[in-house]
Each structure stands twice: as C-alpha cells, then as structure tokens.
C-alpha cells in the first residue's frame, strides 16, 4: 500500500478545495473555462438526450421528489431532500459532491477536453441518489447544481473566486445539511490530482477524532474496496484525514487539522460538526489522462455510482 498522495515522498503537497486553493490561479481558470464550457454544450446535450448523463437542473434529480430542507442561507438547489422512490429500511444517505460554483476544484484533460471535479462529482452523486432511492434510501444532497451550497453575497469572491472565509462557510454550511438531514451516513466524493500525470488510483479518507471513529473507518474501508473492485485502479489505501497534510484557509484552519465535515468540534471553526459516520472517497485521478478519460464518460460515471451504492449496502449490513 502506497502513502496518501499529500504524503508523497519530496513532492509539494496540492491544495484541496476543502482546504483552500490559490485565488488568481483560479480565476485565470474560470476565465479559460469560459470558452470550453461554450465548444462544450453541443456534447453535453448530445449526451443528456442518450440517457446517460443523469438529469442535474435547479431542482436536481427527480425534480418532482425534491424538497430544499428548512435551512437558512442556503443557494437554490442546495441541501435537497430526495424521497425513496421504493420501500426501504427508512435510512437517510447525504452525498456531498465537491467543489461547484466559482470553484472547479481539480481540473483535467480528457481527449483535448477539460474535465472538472466540480463536474464530474454531481455528475456521480446524482447517479448515486437514483440508485440509492431506488434501494429505499432517502438522499440529501448538498447540490443539486453548479453552485456553491452557501448564499453568496457579492463580498465572498474576489477576481471570480471565493474568499476564504466563503469557502470555510460553504464547507460548514455543508455538514450543518446533513446534520439537518438526520443522515445515517455521509459520503464526500471529491477527484484527485497530482503534478506527475501517471499518478492514479483510489484513496478514501475519515476522521479517528470523533465517538464513532470505528464506524468512520468501516465505511472508508466499504468505499475503498468497492471501488478499487468495480474500476481495477491502485488501491492507494485508507487514510486518517489528519495525514492530509495539505495547504488549509487559514490559520485556523491549519490549528485544526482535519476535513471541516468530517472532523470534531472546534470553537470559532466548526461549531456543530457532523453528527454521523462520514468518509471521503477519491476514485480516480484527474491529472491523469487515462482515469480522466473514466471519471468524465457517462458510463465511468454511472461504474462509480454502482460501486458507491455497493460500498453502502455492505455498511448498513453491518457485514
């Protein structure tokens, strides 16, 4: 087993979204993107009116099923609650697709195409909700949309990218939702990135610093192996998520030392952290090209989904 990649031996640490990411970096990107998103519509209708690419609007997955939960200070489409659409065990999953809005998250190459986490992660979690409801699971998502979970004003962005004291809302705003949810469990899922693009695998993180460190770790192990299993990738292993060891929004954050939705409760950073065993799981690498190719197709979407869907039966069986 490999080292988490924030660990990898004499290499700068990346920077997470969860963490904080460089402002003008980003918004040079967004600016780029620009023009991509418009060349890139065509194809993305083209695939919506295939079946493949799931249905992601204002009102998300199921419009008719969708209800936004009592919460204020939330962007439209943000911490929906999606009924079963079978009879279940009356379970809640929350699924928290990373990154949207002003932030893109990682950013890859696909066959000349840019592919973006922010993109890519709805794209498997609206997946991922249609299943489970149709397991009998109730799923709250945090978005439904490209947006940020949090209302943002026009003083939490500077150049076209989120301050940091946004992103650190919007990441609070994010575990308050699944707290609101009553979830049973939660499932970040956010892609990879390293600087040498034949870096690839999968690696899934949680939190031993809560009451319910155990069920954290078994539900890290439950994704891991799923998808490890259903894409053939390295199995880059089951990490603490204190061993990120990545750059943090401030330094606060920094004093912290563990993922925001994951992590315990500290006074001035996270006031009510999550109340349910959660993990954060990364299938597959963006900066390389041939899991880029994967995690940006449809069907490589809806292959993460099904081992995502798998992972959570096996959990919930206690197996």
């Not at 988490?4 to 904080?20: D, E, L, Y």
């Not at 690498?285 to 995690?295: S, Y």
Request: proline share 6%; with cysteine; net charge neutral.
């Amino acid at each position: 087993m490999t080292r988490p990649i924030a660990k990898a031996a004499n290499v700068t640490a990346r920077s997470r979204r969860r963490q904080g990411s460089p402002v003008l970096l980003r918004a040079a990107l967004i600016l780029a993107l620009a023009a991509v998103c418009a060349m890139a519509t065509p194809v993305f209708l083209a695939a919506a009116r295939s079946g493949l690419a799931p249905h992601i609007g204002p009102s998300g997955p199921a419009q008719a099923a969708a209800s936004q939960l009592p919460m204020s200070g939330l962007q439209t489409g943000a911490c929906m609650s999606l009924e079963p659409s079978s009879a279940g065990a009356g379970k809640t999953v929350f699924l928290d697709p990373g990154h949207g809005g002003l932030d893109p998250g990682v950013v890859g190459l696909a066959g000349g195409r840019q592919v973006l986490e922010k993109d890519v992660t709805l794209a498997v979690a609206t997946r991922l909700a249609t299943l489970l409801r149709a397991d009998g699971y109730r799923v709250v998502m945090s978005r439904t949309s490209d947006s940020s979970v949090t209302k943002l004003s026009a003083t939490d962005s500077v150049a076209g990218a989120l301050t940091a004291s946004a992103e650190h809302r919007d990441l609070v705003t994010r575990t308050l939702c699944a707290n609101a949810a009553a979830a049973s469990a939660l499932v970040s899922i956010h892609f990879d990135a390293f600087d040498d693009p034949s870096v690839g695998g999968t690696e899934t993180f949680y939190d031993a610093a809560r009451p319910f460190a155990s069920e954290n770790k078994r539900l890290a192990k439950d994704l891991q192996t799923a998808v490890v299993r259903a894409l053939g990738t390295s199995d880059r292993g089951v990490w603490t998520d204190d061993e990120l060891a990545a750059p943090t929004l401030t330094a606060a954050g920094s004093l912290y030392g563990h993922l925001i939705e994951l992590g315990p409760a500290a006074t001035g950073w996270v006031e009510s952290p999550s109340k349910m065993p959660g993990a954060l799981v990364e299938p597959l690498f963006l900066t390389n090209p041939a899991e880029a190719r994967v995690a940006s197709d449809p069907a490589g979407q809806q292959r993460i989904a099904v081992a995502l869907r798998a992972a959570l039966a096996k959990y919930f069986s206690g197996a």
